[in-house]
């Protein structure tokens, strides 16, 4: 059974840092893409992120470039976000994903099967 597990969330203030992990267990392919997505009170769910195991590339939204930046250690199964100079409007509880394939693009919320829990992001101005 595919899991998700999510962590890293937490309270930060404008400018600040965290590192958001999703370790994946249950399963031993590397032809798969995961996904991180947040989702902001009153909005929809967003794609922020993407990271092709097989081959390393990556995705970011506009918003996050050259702030956040994707990462894997196969060692540990994990993929990790992280996020820099954080800013108010990146508040919200953010989601780990996987659909199966390799390429990066599109990272589309309905083409992932398997979601881990999500993780609250706060940042205050």
């Known amino acids: 059974e595919v899991q998700l597990q999510a962590s890293g969330g937490g309270l930060v203030q404008a400018g600040g840092s965290l590192r958001l992990s999703c370790k994946v267990s249950g399963f031993r392919f590397d032809d798969y893409v995961i996904g991180w997505f947040r989702q902001a009170p009153g909005k929809e769910r967003e794609a922020v992120s993407g990271l092709s195991v097989a081959d390393g590339r990556t995705y970011l939204t506009d918003s996050v470039k050259g702030r956040f930046s994707i990462s894997n250690d196969n060692t540990r199964n994990t993929v990790y976000l992280q996020m820099n100079s954080l800013k108010p409007e990146d508040t919200a509880v953010y989601s780990c994903?996987?659909?199966?394939?390799?390429?990066?693009?599109?990272?589309?919320?309905?083409?992932?099967?398997?979601w881990g829990q999500g993780t609250q992001v706060t940042v205050s101005s």
């Open positions: 994903a996987l659909r199966w394939g390799t390429a990066i693009t599109p990272i589309l919320v309905t083409d992932f099967y398997h």
